[in-house]
């Protein structure tokens, strides 16, 4: 079973700095993805990042960019040029490619949580 | 508006009474989740459906639990003789992948979710 921790409860950042939220996760698979999602208040959880194992390189999305480390199975999110509308939950998830020798449907296993608050 | 919709958003319930949540997912996508979020904490995966296919049940889905997606498209989660150990907010989540038994790791698109709170 796969397992994903986020050591950090809460952050805070000022506006325009940068923030990076901590990730973890155990695994024995060899292919699988990691995502980032975004949670803020009241409101539907919405995709921020997404990386497959196989690929070397980090993935960025504008502001957001991550550092994933394989053999040391961590994967951190950085947020350049921090807004008052990145206020959050922020949750790192970890879903298996499955195929030859296993299967996986696309269920995501999930981290606890970092709430960012991004102050003005 | 075309992403995941979940009706209703909030229920209160008694203790000892059924409820019942509607998802209605992106049109196009043939994969279907249910997830369960308690306060501060991450979803839990429920279960989910490849079109009409329920392909996995987690162990948290007790035999109080039932859901369905009987043409592929809507479906609906059931709980019965509701505990107050249920409270929690029911997220539903599609996507649009590939063949059967791997991910490409597509988007998951969820729903705003739908709160339970059984007194």
């Known amino acids: ?120 | 508006d075309t992403g995941v919709s979940q009706d209703p958003r909030h229920k209160i319930t008694k203790r000892g009474q059924n409820v019942t949540f509607r998802c209605d997912p992106i049109s196009e996508h043939n994969r279907l989740y249910w997830y369960r979020q308690t306060l501060g904490q991450g979803p839990e995966f429920l279960t989910y459906f490849q079109n009409e296919a329920q392909l996995e049940k987690s162990r948290l889905l007790s035999d109080r639990f039932s859901a369905e997606r009987p043409k592929g498209s809507f479906s609906t989660l059931e709980i019965q003789r509701t505990e107050q150990g249920d409270s929690a907010m029911y997220l539903c989540a599609s996507s649009l992948d590939g063949g059967a038994g791997f991910s490409s790791g597509n988007t998951i698109y969820f729903g705003e979710g739908s709160w339970l709170t059984v007194v």
Request: a neutral charge.
């Open chain 1, 1 to 120: 079973a796969q397992t994903v921790t986020q050591s950090q409860p809460e952050m805070s950042v000022q506006e325009a700095e940068t923030v990076t939220l901590s990730c973890t996760y155990d695994t024995s698979e060899n292919n699988y993805y990691l995502f980032w999602y975004k949670q803020p208040p009241s409101r539907q959880m919405i995709l921020v990042i997404r990386q497959e194992a196989y690929k070397q390189q980090n993935a960025t999305e504008n502001r957001f960019s991550v550092n994933f480390q394989k053999a040391a199975k961590s994967f951190s999110l950085k947020i350049s040029d921090s807004q008052l509308g990145d206020t959050a939950m922020y949750f790192c998830a970890f879903m298996k490619h499955g195929g030859a020798g296993g299967t996986s449907y696309g269920k995501l296993t999930f981290g606890q949580g970092t709430i960012l608050t991004v102050h003005p």
